[in-house]
């Protein structure tokens, strides 16, 4: 099958399936299609076991591309942007050091507690996993990439729940920017892994880390103030130029950031924070006005909502291949690390929570609410996927372990937030 043909496949998967949960299941967008994936990989299974030619040509779309590269180096940089667009950035700014600190200390705090907790499980015979050859270095990687939270589906569920504006910001700034630090922190773990513990300083790692990071946020900055003076030159009426210039700014950033080894990531949420701002006019009955017209925002509505109905139809066809290694002590395993996860992210928000109320003010259960309300997705599988196959059996159990996460906090989590918040 060619790309085109991919495309196309995919696109009518995405349609029906929107379709479907608009029309007969009614849940929030990401519950349904993440349903409707499963379902997809349940049926192409069932459909293999009578027509095994069907199976085979299933599991060879996903070798058509690499999914890891075309989620973090594709679709993520889109994503992110229509995320970051559409956050309040005033109230953000204003609340840009509790954010910083909640996404920071969460990340590091989940991927020690996370990463140790396996670590210490893959050690136990009881378990049956002691033979899998897990190094301390491969669980920490494990705590990194399922640490960030999906900022896509959390910010499509903070919308619905009616929550203070405050909260809402913060719960939104908080998962936008906790990829970005995930993402660095599982860079640095990898080169760890891939040159060898005793070939690593502290030096070279912070270095590494700093670089990605402080070089993300300044290539951001930088492009995003050039774009929204552009934007201010360009002026609303003509939008369909500004469309073209965010869609080129959005590929252009990742290609700058790769060559410097900057994180693409950090880099794509800055520039759209930069972008998503009001600007002064020339005419006083207009006074301010935001720097894109509001047809940019529907394009990048639109973008993001297909690009969410793709990735999760990608995700089901990257699940069928896990069933043939899925061994039933994993199910056991896979409850252990969900509770584990859950509650590093639950004490890895509430520590910080509690120290800023000292000088800040929170709503009753906003640490319980962020906790619940951080959902997995597609980073952590990509992240999953672009791990070494040098770690065996061992990459396999990571990758059953990071689906059973994505399918609980998207399930569980995603359809009982209402009721928590309520």
């Given at each position: 099958m060619e790309v085109l043909e991919l495309t196309t496949l995919l696109l009518i998967l995405a349609s029906l399936f929107s379709l479907i949960n608009l029309r007969l299941l009614k849940l929030p967008t990401t519950i349904g299609l993440?349903?409707?994936?499963?379902f997809l990989s349940i049926s192409v299974l069932a459909i293999g076991l009578v027509f095994p030619d069907f199976l085979s040509f299933a599991t060879s779309l996903t070798k058509k591309f690499d999914f890891s590269e075309l989620l973090v180096n594709v679709m993520l940089p889109f994503l992110l942007f229509a995320g970051a667009i559409s956050v309040d950035v005033h109230e953000l700014l204003k609340d840009r050091v509790t954010i910083l600190f909640l996404a920071s200390f969460g990340v590091l705090f989940s991927t020690v507690v996370v990463g140790s907790?396996?670590?210490?499980?893959?050690?136990?015979p009881f378990f049956g996993i002691d033979l899998l050859g897990l190094t301390y270095v491969d669980c920490l990687l494990f705590g990194a990439l399922i640490a960030p939270t999906d900022p896509i589906a959390v910010l499509a569920m903070v919308k619905k729940m009616n929550l203070p504006s405050i909260t809402e910001t913060r719960i939104a700034g908080e998962s936008l920017f906790n990829d970005g630090i995930g993402v660095v922190v599982f860079l640095s773990l990898l080169s760890v892994k891939l040159e060898g513990v005793e070939n690593v300083t502290a030096a070279s790692v912070g270095s590494l880390f700093l670089t990605e990071v402080v070089g993300g946020v300044v290539l951001g900055a930088v492009m995003g103030y050039l774009g929204l003076q552009l934007l201010k030159y360009i002026e609303n009426e003509y939008t369909e130029i500004e469309v073209l210039v965010t869609l080129s700014m959005v590929l252009l950033l990742p290609i700058i950031a790769h060559y410097f080894h900057f994180s693409a990531v950090l880099g794509v949420v800055v520039m759209g924070l930069f972008l998503?701002?009001?600007i002064d006019t020339d005419k006083e009955e207009?006074?301010?006005q935001k720097a894109m017209g509001?047809?940019?925002y529907k394009f990048w509505h639109l973008l993001d909502e297909t690009l969410n109905a793709i990735l999760f139809i990608l995700i089901g066809l990257e699940i069928i291949p896990l069933f043939a290694d899925f061994k039933a002590n994993y199910l056991f395993i896979a409850l252990l690390i969900i509770v584990l996860v859950v509650g590093a992210r639950w004490v890895g928000v509430t520590l910080p929570i509690s120290i800023l109320s000292i000088k800040k003010q929170f709503d009753k259960g906003t640490a319980l609410i962020i906790t619940w309300g951080g959902l997995r997705g597609g980073l952590s599988i990509a992240l999953a996927l672009n791990l070494p196959d040098s770690m065996g059996d061992g990459k396999g159990l990571v990758l059953i372990l990071t689906?059973?996460?994505?399918?609980?906090t998207i399930l569980v989590q995603g359809l009982t937030l209402k009721k928590i918040v309520r």
């Open positions: 993440m349903i409707l994936a499963i907790g396996v670590y210490w499980i893959s050690q136990q998503n701002q009001n207009d006074g301010v509001d047809y940019v689906y059973a996460v994505v399918l609980f």
